[in-house]
């Protein structure tokens, strides 16, 4: 729609999520589901944006159904943000089970070169493993936040708006 956008219809503007980025920052590859999600998402949050910029002259229907698609942007932002979740718990668990087979491994000399490490060595290496699959939950637990964040931000949209319904309905009055 032609309209030219001011500079603070550009700050609160809402941004399309980039999945090639999200890729390179990401140790699996995302879940057809989880991209097919975002690109919903993606989708919602055009549209709404085109709704936002006329924010002022919208019909109380036009503002119900601006309501519907804060809904469906949540929707999408909670299977996301699960998703996230999920990977988060899967990394934060499997950190403690390669320590512990790590720290079995090298006080039982089954490593490359036979040696069997005393209880200190042997629990400060175990660390170091579970530390690697600790950074990688560290990326998904800060993915989860923002997309809780998101989709607890379009909850609350949603609120304004059933306000906003009101007030116009008072103003009639």
Do not use: C, H
């Not at 809904?71 to 932002?77: D, F, S, V």
């Not at 790590?102 to 036979?114: A, H, K, M, P, V």
């Not at 949603?158 to 309905?169: E, F, G, L, P």
């Amino acid at each position: 729609m032609g309209i030219d956008m001011t500079a603070a219809d550009q700050i609160l503007a809402e941004e399309i999520i980039q999945v090639d980025e999200l890729r390179r920052k990401l140790k699996d590859e995302i879940p057809p589901g989880i991209e097919k999600s975002i690109r919903r998402f993606n989708l919602v949050v055009e549209e709404i944006n085109e709704y936002e910029k006329k924010l002022d002259s919208l019909t109380p229907y036009m503002l119900s159904k601006l309501e519907f698609l804060y809904n469906k942007a949540e929707r999408e932002a909670w299977k996301i943000a699960g998703y996230y979740k999920s990977q988060y718990q899967y990394y934060n668990g499997r950190s403690l089970t390669d320590r512990g087979r790590e720290y079995i491994n090298l006080r039982s000399g089954r490593t490359s070169d036979q040696r069997k490490w005393n209880i200190n060595d042997s629990n400060y290496a175990s660390r170091m493993k579970e530390g690697e699959n600790l950074e990688i939950a560290g990326i998904y637990e800060g993915y989860f936040v923002a997309w809780k964040g998101i989709a607890q931000s379009y909850q609350g949209m949603q609120n304004t708006v059933k306000d906003m319904i009101k007030a116009i309905s008072m103003e009639m009055s």
